[in-house]
């Protein structure tokens, strides 16, 4: 679905962009300019394309409505290598007057939250596609970071009576990952008197095969793999070639589409991916519902994931500025943001730091030789 929602709003973009670019100049603070920045090429392409397009139909029914008090909202994308990532944002913020920098890709955060020229024009970094941890007081996260996911992740798969499960980290997490979370288990287990579990930690370094040789004689009935979607697929499908067939937990960042591929047939285990934002296609909260008809109403698509984080990060963007009058800009609207607000039965909370969000919940993925 990523994919096909990609192509329907390539052109959308592509001309939002031109005639922000064109007319921001003359628009002043009549409009809203916010500015996504992804990395070309990069492992975040799509998903981030449909973030923005659930950010975009938010957007529009905003716009339908007036805007935020009356001022409009437009929408700039551009994709850029990481070394010109900081370079591209400036003249964002300069050339076409862009105030908020929303759903930049992972790989481009770093570079950006600690640029001295984005924060002294005071121009936040709002729902980055990171669960990366940042002390960046520039940086507003509606998700939670990726240890928060793996703890999450574990503690349900307990709830489940898993009791022997291995951790796989791979290369751009941090080593001391597994030791965190085996001592934090350690002190919830012996705080409620449980029996012991079996945690094995493993680091991919090189061949997912030589890897999975080691593991799968434990027999462990959950892996959680801690890395990108290829990492992922390539440590379930080594598994599967030794013989196991448990449950394979992956990140929020996973794309189901292209594991499932890269898994093949062979692979018949399943599939369990965490997911930040409740289910996109099911309407058990009010933002869920919302979603679901501004999506039908403005693309007639089906949601995502991708597209209810955007649309659930471009909400509270409206009702954060809304509350303050609307034509806030710079340093005001940064601490517009330090608010907290339910966007419709799902509630974000930057009050007490720049995590607005501890969700994580399991979603099981059909796999490919289901």
């Not at 005639?19 to 603070?29: E, F, K, P, R, S």
């Not at 285990?269 to 109403?297: S, Y």
Request: with cysteine; proline share 4%; hydrophobic share 45%.
């Amino acid at each position: 679905m990523w994919q096909t929602l990609a192509r329907r709003c390539a052109c959308v973009f592509a001309c939002a962009t031109a005639v922000v670019t064109l007319t921001a100049h003359a628009q002043g603070n009549s409009t809203l300019v916010v500015g996504q920045l992804v990395e070309r090429g990069g492992a975040q392409a799509d998903y981030a394309r449909d973030f923005m397009a659930g950010a975009k139909v938010a957007f529009d029914a905003a716009n339908l409505s007036g805007g935020i008090k009356g001022r409009r909202i437009s929408l700039i994308r551009r994709e850029v290598e990481q070394a010109e990532a900081v370079q591209q944002a400036v003249d964002m913020i300069e050339r076409d007057r862009v105030e908020v920098l929303f759903g930049v890709s992972e790989r481009l955060l770093p570079g950006l939250s600690a640029s001295p020229e984005i924060a002294r024009r005071n121009v936040p970094l709002l729902a980055p596609l990171s669960g990366a941890t940042s002390a960046s007081d520039n940086v507003w996260f509606i998700r939670p970071d990726y240890d928060r996911e793996i703890i999450a992740a574990h503690n349900r798969l307990r709830q489940f009576g898993m009791r022997r499960i291995a951790l796989v980290t791979t290369a751009g997490f941090d080593p001391q990952l597994g030791a965190r979370l085996r001592n934090t288990l350690a002190g919830a287990t012996s705080a409620k008197g449980e029996a012991a579990e079996a945690l094995d930690l493993y680091t991919l370094t090189g061949d997912p095969g030589e890897l999975a040789a080691r593991i799968a004689p434990t027999k462990p009935t959950a892996i959680i793999v801690a890395g990108d979607t290829l990492a992922y697929a390539s440590v379930g499908r080594a598994l599967a070639q030794h013989g196991w067939y448990g449950f394979l937990v992956g990140l929020s960042s996973v794309n189901p589409q292209v594991a499932r591929e890269i898994l093949g047939t062979g692979y018949s285990g399943g599939m369990l991916l965490a997911q930040t934002v409740p289910n996109p296609a099911v309407g058990n909260t009010r933002i869920t519902r919302e979603h679901i008809a501004r999506m039908k109403q403005f693309l007639d698509e089906p949601p995502s994931g991708a597209t209810l984080s955007g649309y659930i990060a471009a909400t509270y963007l409206i009702q954060a500025m809304n509350a303050v009058g609307g034509k806030v800009a710079g340093a005001e609207l940064r601490r517009a943001l330090q608010t907290r607000v339910d966007v419709g039965g799902f509630t974000l909370d930057f009050t007490r730091g720049n995590r607005g969000s501890e969700f994580v919940d399991l979603n099981y993925i059909q796999g490919a030789g289901n």
